[in-house]
T-cell receptor
Framework: GESVGLHLPTLSVQEGDNSIINCAYS??????FIWYKQESGKGPQFIID?????DKRQGQRVTVLLNKTVKHLSLQIAATQPGDSAVYFC??????????FGSGTQLTVLP | ETGVTQSPTHLIKTRGQQVTLRCSSQ?????VSWYQQALGQGPQFIFQ???????GRGNFPPRFSGLQFPNYSSELNVNALELDDSALYLC?????????????FGPGTRLLVL
């Protein structure tokens, strides 16, 4: 079946450093991946997406890398800021025509 | 802000009761998806409505049902509430519900079942 998992449940980084959040997926048929950010008391907020025909996509301060060989996804945040503190979810769109979310990584930015 | 609104923000019910949650989609979007998010977990897909018809369902029992109205707003109904139904209920809207389409989430309704 489909599943999306994250390597680490928590990540702490110093303000100004780069953050890397990893995600593994199991369904090789998944063809669309999304990263969401969820702040306390709010709904998930779209950050960036990537389709399976791409290896890398960049946004403002964020980069998503997709390695289909090992079924691995990562989110890189450059110059991490206090406002980046949140839970980050990766989600995949697979053959079941639904978004499947991982369990999330809590990112804490230290002053 | 995504333009997706949900009501109420919080709700307390007792076991066995029924609840109705509401969602207004972003302007121009005709698809609404509902998710359940337990504490410390990622959202789990309940079902999706496209043009007033159910267009996909996750692994949830029939006591979870929904409606979509001509203005594309939506309701989630849960009958015979159980303690494990306590969660954050999220709705997300998208243009057509198609594959590889971004879903925009509302702030959620926090349901507590006692």
């Amino acid at each position: 079946g489909e599943s999306v998992g994250l390597h680490l449940p928590t990540l702490s980084v110093q303000e100004g450093d780069n953050s890397i959040i990893n995600c593994a997926y199991s369904n090789s048929a998944s063809d669309y991946f999304i990263w969401y950010k969820q702040e306390s008391g709010k709904g998930p907020q779209f950050i960036i997406d990537i389709r399976s025909n791409m290896d890398k996509r960049q946004g403002q301060r964020v980069t998503v890398l997709l390695n289909k060989t090992v079924k691995h996804l990562s989110l890189q945040i450059a110059a991490t800021q206090p406002g980046d503190s949140a839970v980050y979810f990766c989600a995949e769109w697979g053959s079941a025509r639904q978004l499947t979310f991982g369990s999330g990584t809590q990112l804490t930015v230290l002053p | 802000e995504t333009g997706v609104t949900q009501s109420p923000t919080h709700l307390i019910k007792t076991r066995g009761q029924q609840v109705t949650l509401r969602c207004s989609s972003q302007s121009g979007h005709n698809t609404v998806s509902w998710y359940q998010q337990a504490l410390g977990q990622g959202p789990q897909f309940i079902f999706q409505y496209y043009r007033e018809e159910e267009n996909g369902r996750g692994n949830f029992p029939p006591r979870f049902s929904g409606l979509q109205f001509p203005n594309y707003s939506s309701e989630l109904n849960v009958n015979a509430l159980e303690l494990d139904d306590s969660a954050l209920y999220l709705c997300a809207s998208s243009l057509t519900g198609g594959a590889q389409e971004t879903q925009y989430f509302g702030p959620g309704t926090r349901l507590l079942v006692l």
